[in-house]
């Protein structure tokens, strides 16, 4: 990933580089992996990113 900073403009580039963190799931994986999880609550959370994506793609992909 690259950022370009334009004009010194530090804080803007920051702002984009967070939101394409975000948006690539980071930050989400940096505080999943902070304690130990069980493997059925893994299991269980699987699933449920899963469904997250399923759901994404199918509000993406609906017509209409």
């Known amino acids: 990933m690259e950022i370009k900073v334009?004009?010194?403009n530090v804080e803007?580039?920051?702002k984009i580089a967070?939101?394409?963190?975000a948006g690539e799931g980071l930050f989400r994986e940096l505080k999943r992996r902070r304690f130990y999880e069980k493997p059925s609550l893994k299991k269980k959370n699987k699933e449920r990113e899963a469904q997250r994506r399923r759901q994404k793609w199918l509000a993406k992909?609906?017509?209409g």
């Not at 967070?18 to 963190?21: D, G, I, R, S």
């Open 12 to 14: 803007k580039a920051l």
């Open 18 to 21: 967070k939101k394409k963190l």
């Open 61 to 63: 992909h609906r017509i």
């Open 6 to 8: 334009f004009n010194n």
